[in-house]
């Protein structure tokens, strides 16, 4: 995740203008302890690469942040309340861009109160340009990928109460309202939190967005989301080169970064290999209050060579692993010498 400036054009600062506005509305409801039951399992760790996962605290002394938060290689970049926090974080196998009023309680991966997002690796069958892809076959997909997705981030126990189709950034979308109730009081079903989940359709991916924030204090996040959400830029992400060198040419179709249950493996084009695992991740606050980006956790690093659907790689221990791949859908399924089979998904970072 990458912080900078964004030039100010008139989409922007008529983004500000709005975000300053809302901000001055009155104080939020009491914090919630808790984060929506079933949104973020516990069991799955959160980790410290590098830059990824990266935590930052705009400054509270103006009204607008102007640090502009660029996720998935670029694919996305987004403008930040002033005082919201944004980190990165993996949940099975994808990364998340999280952006929250305050960072999510220890032992959990994504706040109760705020939004998150994910580029999905999933070219389009056609390219096609801003505000020309609204084609059904686009809804009909958005479709079926929101009723899947949407059911995998509320396990089940969202209720939709309003869909519609729209543009983000000029990409065609399909966005879900719904409510989820207190469990601890099943009964009466109340709403106790709400929230949307969108889908975004880009030649290069799927964008998944979902925002959720307590019931009592929905009114207010739901324009701050919204604010968000305008000044979201989804474009190609940029990608290193993916033809590589003899003698790892053989290796072509797998380079770039994929993602496991708890490790990521990159591969580049001049027989570089680095194996990050996932690990537990804690924010702490400085003297000043400010959010310190956790420490870089080590990487094993090495080189391969390829030849046919086989990997051979030599970490700078010296040790040796031998891989068999496979691409299926989309995933790279790879065996090491052992016959231990692991799956992984290709992700922009």
């Known amino acids: 995740m990458i912080i900078r400036n964004r030039t100010t054009s008139p989409r922007t600062a008529i983004v500000r203008v709005l975000l300053a506005g809302m901000l001055l509305v009155g104080a939020a409801a009491a914090t919630f302890a808790q984060n929506p039951p079933l949104l973020a399992p516990a069991a799955v760790d959160s980790t410290t690469l590098q830059r990824l996962p ?61 939004l998150w997002l994910v580029y999905h690796v999933a070219p389009a069958a056609e390219m096609f ?17 929101m009723e899947r997705l949407m059911a995998l981030a509320t396990n089940h126990f969202a209720t939709t109460t309003r869909s519609g189709h729209l543009f983000i950034d000029g990409w065609p979308a399909l966005r879900h309202d719904f409510e989820l109730a207190d469990p601890a009081d099943i009964e009466n079903a109340r709403p106790f939190w709400n929230g949307f989940h969108c889908l975004v359709r880009t030649p290069w991916g799927l964008v998944e967005i979902h925002a959720v924030a307590p019931a009592s204090i929905y009114v207010q996040r739901e324009k701050q ?14 990608l290193p080169p993916h033809r590589a060198d003899p003698p790892y040419r053989d290796a072509s179709p797998v380079l770039g ?12 084009n001049d027989g570089g290999v680095e194996l990050a695992y996932d690990a537990p991740r804690d924010l702490t606050l400085d003297q000043r209050g400010k959010i310190s980006p956790p420490a870089a956790l080590p990487r094993l ?49």
């Open 129 to 145: 340009e801003k505000n020309t892809g609204a084609t059904p076959a686009i809804q009909q997909e958005l479709a079926e990928q």
């Open 54 to 114: 990266h935590a930052n605290s705009v400054a509270s002394d103006s009204e607008w942040g102007l640090d502009v938060v660029s996720h998935a290689a670029g694919g996305v970049e987004l403008l930040l309340p002033s005082g919201w926090q944004s980190y990165e974080t993996p949940i099975a196998r994808s990364v998340r861009l999280v952006v929250a009023r305050q960072p999510a309680e220890k032992n959990h991966q994504t706040a109760g109160d705020g």
């Open 301 to 349: 690093r090495g080189r391969y060579t390829a030849r046919g659907d086989l990997l051979r790689i030599t970490w700078r221990d010296g040790s040796l692993l031998n891989y068999r791949w496979k691409l299926n859908d989309g995933q790279l399924l790879l065996t090491d010498h052992t016959g231990r089979n692991s799956l992984l998904n290709p992700i922009y970072e």
């Open 225 to 238: 989301f919204q604010a968000i959400l305008d000044s979201l830029l989804l474009g190609q992400p940029h």
């Open 257 to 268: 970064s994929w993602k496991s249950y708890r490790s990521r493996l990159r591969l580049y």
